[in-house]
């Protein structure tokens, strides 16, 4: 590993230990200080008595200050044995059960978002003014405008309840039958990507318009190149640097969380979910490990994203400025 | 039919463009030779057409809202009614560009011995490592310094004269009869300037490479040019030797843009001479000369497109577009050249 | 010019040097781009001062650093007899009338949004000097002064050539009636026949209104014809200063030398004579 990298791994390393303490920190300030109720007397049941809030308060710890709340919370996140209030389960072990639900969706979606995206923003940028880019550019901003949820429940309903097609909720294990777990994803995957293919495809249409008029793909053409391979040897590499940062950042943030609505409308039961649920419930040590599980993705995918861009343009140094 | 030793023949090239404001008579009928060994040199400013005629020979300027007429005769092919693909064919091969601003001319994304492989690849069978080794050799024939290791950098990591250099070698890579240089020395410093100049002369008189320099700096035509052409707002207004531009011009056009040089090697004047007012509207250009606005000389008779032909008896490939009388051509000039040495600092 | 009075401008050993960073925890400077590097230079009231050099020399990062636009690393600037490096922005205002700024480029000097009255007339109204009626007449008669017309107050900047924005930058420099103009390349963007307009106009506008300029450029030929000294500038500093006639015809410095060498000759006799010399000696 060169020095450069080296001192850029240990810098993100650093920061990543800051963000996940000013997290959690924030996380766990936010609901303490929120006036819904003593988490005591919450778990106490319908009708709770002032000796069984008194004992739960014990048994949990509420009595202790603030500060030592927060050290045996983050003790047991980082060894494994954080307790959810309400469900009394594992938070890990339900973190872990839920994961690969997550991953499923959030990959899936992913690689179809940028697939779909890079076609058709090439497509209406060839075509740039002509009624089909028109057409797209309209279907684009359609497909930015409508929230998740609503197609989601849109598709479910009368794609998987109505016609019967698709199911219209649930998730099946790889394992079990690979291709029920395809068919299964299908509409969450499209719900999700709707989003990202009309905002990814509008960026990349106009970076390749723009690229296009760059003086280098002027040179190409003028040294004899096909013209297929000006466009994807030249504006395409040259076009795709921005989108596929933005894409690692996305797909960060739909791992760490951003697939919430999806998941729930979807019945997926993955990650996203379970945190839906824990917010419901004012559940905070889900909360708090749902939340540093995506801080700590986040973090990852920012740093591995400006490698990304580091190796893909050479003029950009890990460290600092530009080298031009 | 071209003449014996014509490299290049265009016969009243005209390109318009059709833009939101109107039709932009970029080229208005350009009509010049280009013959095999020499350096021609088209001069002029901005909207004067000269890259949009460059250009247009490499076919970079085709396109919906481009309307091309007239023919370039290229080695035999036609160039302006060439298909796509026979054009593609002989650039980069036998007809080669180099642009104004290096930095921007290279793809920043691949390392500059791959752009020059990627070209003779695009026209030859060659293998990688061969055509590599060529590249190599290629960059150390313009003058890069160790050029076996820096071929892996990439452009930026070149400074802006090594980076013309490398569009040099790269244009040069298959070895066409003719080189296109727009501007190339325009976004460079004035000492990098000289070291390029040097190369393409030396590439012009070592290697029998034909030059077609399109430039606006008259100082650099006159280090290396043989036959220069004068364009103004569309039109060559004039054209001839090097000498007999420089030192006997015809056209008003060519007075002003000389006088308005500063020399180093000369006593400073008083005042710079200036062409008055500024270029026309290639929207709406003026009827007849489109220079007459802007000329201290101009007549009745001006309203009338003059013709570009040769009008000095000793000189037949001196042609110019001026309809003053040869002999009042030479009074004003005189007259000019007195009024300049009469004003010293 | 006595050797004790002092000059309009006096600049000594100006310094600015911008830090190259690098660390892993905390940014330590390893080294640094020495832009200007100990520069001296003088001023006389009513004189034009050339300062040639290529790209890197440090030209335009001596310009705005002289200006206090970019705050000096080290070193003195004496205006009017005045120090202002160090001086605190309120302290610079008023002192800030006297000296203006023209740059090169007419097409990003210009703010895009505003109209040319605004542009002309902003430095004036910031001053305080004129508003409503009276201003307008000023600008107006600004306009005329660099030959532009009245009508043009209410255009915008794009409906104009380069060589019409770059007077109307001249028009905006000059509102003020500043002592020193600083103009960094100002016909270098533009076309051959317009920078003769423009190099004559600032010519007539130096001698109607005393100015003295700082005329910054790479071109030799267009220093050599406004200066009356020229100061050559490579790697941040000051290699060779004098008359012009002294600079350009009888250079000391190597790099001068090199520099005029460079300079093309747009007479293609001497330039085959010179070639044939070369090539027997």
Not at chain 2, 158 to 184: T, V, W
Request: hydrophobic fraction near 45%; proline fraction near 6%; charged fraction near 20%.
């Amino acid at each position: 590993m060169s020095s450069a990298m080296a001192r850029f791994v240990v810098r993100r390393l650093l920061s990543m230990l800051l963000v996940l303490f000013a997290v959690s920190v924030v996380v766990f300030l936010i609901f303490n200080v929120l006036p819904s109720g003593d988490p005591a007397v919450r778990m106490a049941g319908k009708i709770p008595t002032e000796t069984q809030v008194e004992a739960i308060r014990e048994e949990w710890g509420f009595d202790e200050p603030l500060y030592v709340q927060y050290g045996t919370m983050m003790k047991q996140l980082f060894s494994g044995e954080m307790i959810s209030y309400f469900t009394r389960q594992n938070v890990s072990e339900e973190i872990w059960k839920g994961l690969p639900r997550t991953l499923s969706l959030a990959i899936g979606a992913a690689i179809l978002w940028m697939a779909l995206a890079i076609a058709l923003g090439l497509y209406s940028a060839l075509r740039a003014g002509a009624f089909s880019d028109r057409v797209l550019t309209v279907l684009a901003l359609v497909g930015i405008s409508m929230p998740v949820f609503w197609i989601g429940a849109l598709m479910s309903y009368y794609l998987g309840y109505k016609a019967g097609i698709f199911p219209n909720g649930g998730y099946v294990e790889f394992a079990d039958s690979p291709f029920e777990w395809l068919w299964h994803l299908v509409l969450p995957w499209t719900a999700l990507s709707i989003l990202f293919i009309g905002f990814y495809s509008r960026v990349l249409r106009s970076d390749i318009l723009e690229t296009m008029g760059e003086d280098f793909v002027r040179t190409a053409r003028a040294k004899g190149l096909s013209e297929r391979r000006v466009l994807l040897k030249h504006v395409l590499r040259n076009s795709l640097i921005p989108i596929v940062t933005l894409w690692g950042l996305d797909f960060g943030a739909v791992i760490a969380g951003g697939a919430i609505l999806t998941e729930s409308v979807f019945d997926i039961q993955g990650v996203g979910q379970y945190a839906a649920d824990s917010i419901k419930q004012l559940d905070l040590p889900p909360i708090m490990a749902v939340t540093m599980f995506g801080a700590f993705f986040i973090v990852v995918f920012n740093a591995m994203v400006d490698i990304a861009y580091a190796a893909l343009d050479p003029r950009i140094r890990l460290e600092g400025r530009p080298s031009r | 039919m071209s003449a014996p030793g014509s490299l290049l023949d265009l016969r009243d090239l005209a390109v318009s463009f059709n833009t939101e404001e109107g039709l932009v008579q970029a080229v208005d009928g350009v009509s010049i030779e280009l013959r095999a060994g020499e350096v021609l040199a088209v001069v002029g400013e901005s909207g004067s057409g000269k890259s949009v005629t460059a250009t247009t020979l490499m076919g970079l300027t085709r396109g919906p809202n481009a309307t091309i007429a007239g023919s370039a005769t290229f080695e035999g092919t036609e160039l302006i009614s060439a298909s796509d693909e026979e054009l593609r064919a002989i650039r980069g091969n036998r007809l080669a560009m180099i642009f104004q601003d290096p930095m921007s001319s290279l793809d920043p994304v691949y390392r500059v011995v791959d752009q020059i492989v990627e070209q003779i690849q695009a026209h030859r069978d060659t293998r990688s490592g061969e055509a590599r080794e060529r590249a190599i050799e290629l960059l150390d024939a313009v003058g890069i310094p160790d050029a076996a290791k820096r071929a892996d950098s990439y452009p930026h990591e070149f400074s802006g004269g090594m980076r013309q250099r490398a569009m040099i070698a790269m244009a040069l890579s298959l070895e066409p009869s003719l080189l296109i240089a727009d501007e190339p020395t325009t976004a460079l410093d004035v000492t990098v300037q000289a070291q390029i100049i040097d190369l393409l002369r030396d590439l012009n008189q070592r290697r029998d490479l034909s030059i077609l320099l399109i430039t606006h700096d008259i100082g650099v035509v006159a280090e290396i040019a043989d036959r220069v052409a004068v364009m103004y707002a569309g039109r060559i207004v004039e054209q001839g030797t090097i000498d007999e531009i420089f030192y006997e011009p015809q056209h008003p056009y060519t007075w002003g843009l000389l006088d308005s040089l500063t020399r180093i090697d000369r006593p400073r004047p008083k005042r710079l001479s200036q062409i008055p007012g500024m270029p026309p509207s290639l929207l709406a250009p003026p009827r007849g000369c489109h220079f007459r606005p802007r000329c201290p000389h101009a007549f009745d008779r001006c309203t009338e497109v003059p013709s570009l032909l040769p009008r000095v008896a000793a000189a037949p490939g001196h042609l110019d577009r001026c309809w003053l009388e040869p002999a009042r051509k030479q009074e004003l000039r005189q007259a000019g050249d007195r009024d300049a040495l009469e004003q010293p600092r | 010019m006595s050797a004790t009075s002092e000059g309009l401008l006096e600049v000594r050993g100006l310094v600015k040097h911008f830090p190259i960073k690098s660390g892993l925890l905390v940014s330590r400077e390893v080294d640094s781009v020495k832009a200007v590097d100990g520069v001296d230079l003088s001023l006389a009231a009513g004189e034009t001062l050339g300062l040639v050099g290529e790209s890197g020399s440090g030209k335009s990062t001596l310009c705005r650093t002289v200006l206090q636009l970019i705050e000096p690393g080290a070193g003195s600037v004496r205006f009017g007899g005045r120090e202002l490096v160090g001086l605190r922005q309120r302290e610079l205002r008023p002192l800030r009338r006297d000296m203006q700024m023209i740059f090169q480029d007419p097409y990003a000097s210009l703010n895009p949004r505003r109209r040319i009255g605004q542009i002309v007339g902003g430095p004036i109204k910031l001053h305080g000097l004129a508003s409503g009626a009276e201003l307008r007449r000023q600008v107006e008669e600004l306009l005329e002064r660099v030959g532009l017309s009245p009508e043009h107050y209410d255009r915008f900047p794009h409906e104009f050539s380069g060589g019409q924005r770059q007077r109307i930058g001249i028009a905006r420099a000059i509102a003020l009636k500043p002592k020193l103009i600083v103009a960094d390349e100002p016909v270098s963007a533009l076309d051959v026949s317009i920078q003769a307009q423009i190099v004559n106009l600032l010519d007539d506008l130096q001698d109607e209104f005393g100015l003295t300029y700082l005329f910054v450029a790479h071109d030799i030929g267009v220093v050599r014809h406004v200066s009356d000294r020229i100061a050559v500038m490579h790697g941040g500093k000051i290699v060779e200063t004098g008359t012009a006639d002294q600079v350009c015809e009888r250079p000391i410095d190597p790099y001068t030398k090199k520099l005029l060498a460079a300079v093309p000759i747009p007479d293609p006799r001497e330039n085959r004579a010179r070639r044939a010399g070369a090539s027997l000696a």
